[in-house]
């Protein structure tokens, strides 16, 4: 069975990559992911709000002093010693390219140009074999407009293009108003491919101390409908990479997202759950689920679902929307 599939340019031995997560902190697990089998890792995120702090750290450690007396040069710290977050983050991906053999692919988290040009430039710089951008924004501003949303969305990924030259892949939310549009836009201003989707954070309230407190929950299969439905609408229509990275857990979801149209399904919840020898696993099962229904390869069966392949196209929007609705009785309950 051959699981090959190419993403961005990248030729990988299969569509199972290794999403952002706390597996991607050090070397060792990195490893571990290359081991049980994952085709591609994309690293941790490097966070906008991470790299403004660690500036003006830096900004503050090196002008302490200064206007205090002669012998305030003696204030400035030992450089050869100060290491900031982002330049751990740069000195990991150089680490797993000396060592490891899949594409790491880097990943900034923001909403912001500014910074990320640098460092965009630095991951590149450090042997990073292609960038994604996780532009995480929650439009709560009731001044802020789709279309400015949208637009903040085309200046990022214009800018980060113009001081790269590997592959740049960006993290979709869905809750674009035009998602199929903005989809366009996003790849007509560079984007290599569209991930899809972002899991943002979703905050809970405590009501012994009436605090509003972080909640982080593990995705599930369940998550998968909604990457799929889009990746299946857009699939053909976009002259770019599609990617699925929410809700992807067993060889059924893995499956079920290349006949949508997507290159790769990246996985994290699963892997924090069980366990990165889920890899192994579910390479297993799909090369025994192809072998029952001899297909040959992945690349025959990417796009065999998707919106302009199957015979009901307009399942995928509206028209099912009644259909479904009606099919629910009472008597059809568990």
Do not use: C
Not at 38 to 53: G, K, R, T, W
Not at 154 to 162: P, R, S
Not at 226 to 247: E, F, N, S
Not at 277 to 288: S, W
């Amino acid at each position: 069975m051959d699981l090959s599939t190419n993403y961005m340019g990248l030729k990988l031995s299969s569509p199972l990559v290794a999403a952002a997560s706390p597996l991607s902190y050090n070397l060792g697990s990195m490893k571990s992911l290359e081991d049980a089998g994952a085709s591609a890792i994309v690293m941790y995120s490097l966070f906008e709000e991470q790299i403004h702090q660690e500036s003006q750290q830096l900004d503050h450690y090196l002008n302490y002093g200064v206007n205090s007396f002669a012998e305030a040069l003696d204030y400035f710290p030992d450089l050869t010693h100060y290491n900031i977050g982002s330049d751990e983050y740069m000195k990991l991906i150089s680490q797993a390219k000396q060592s490891l053999s899949v594409p790491i692919i880097g990943s900034l988290n923001g909403v912001s140009p500014g910074g990320w040009i640098k460092h965009a430039k630095k991951i590149e710089e450090a042997g990073a074999d292609a960038l994604e951008l996780n532009i995480y924004y929650v439009a709560a501003d009731l001044d802020v407009s789709d279309a400015e949303v949208v637009q903040m969305y085309l200046e990022i990924i214009k800018t980060v293009k113009q001081v790269v030259h590997i592959p740049v892949a960006v993290k979709l939310s869905p809750y674009f108003s035009a998602m199929a549009n903005a989809a366009k836009k996003m790849v007509e201003a560079g984007a290599d491919a569209l991930v899809m989707f972002n899991r943002f954070y979703q905050p809970d309230f405590d009501l012994e101390k009436l605090e509003v407190v972080p909640h982080l929950v593990l995705s599930t299969s369940h998550e998968l409908r909604l990457p799929l439905r889009w990746v299946a609408m857009l699939y053909g229509k976009l002259k770019t990479d599609l990617a699925i990275t929410t809700g992807v857990h067993t060889h059924e979801d893995v499956l079920k997202g290349m006949m949508a149209g997507a290159k790769v399904t990246m996985m994290a919840s699963e892997l924090l759950h069980h366990g990165v020898k889920r890899i192994g696993e579910i390479k297993e099962d799909l090369k025994h689920w192809m072998e029952e229904r001899e297909y040959e390869s992945i690349v025959q069966m990417q796009g065999s679902m998707s919106q302009q392949h199957v015979s009901e196209p307009s399942a995928f929007e509206r028209a099912n929307y009644m259909k479904e609705l009606k099919s629910w009785r009472l008597d059809s309950r568990p």
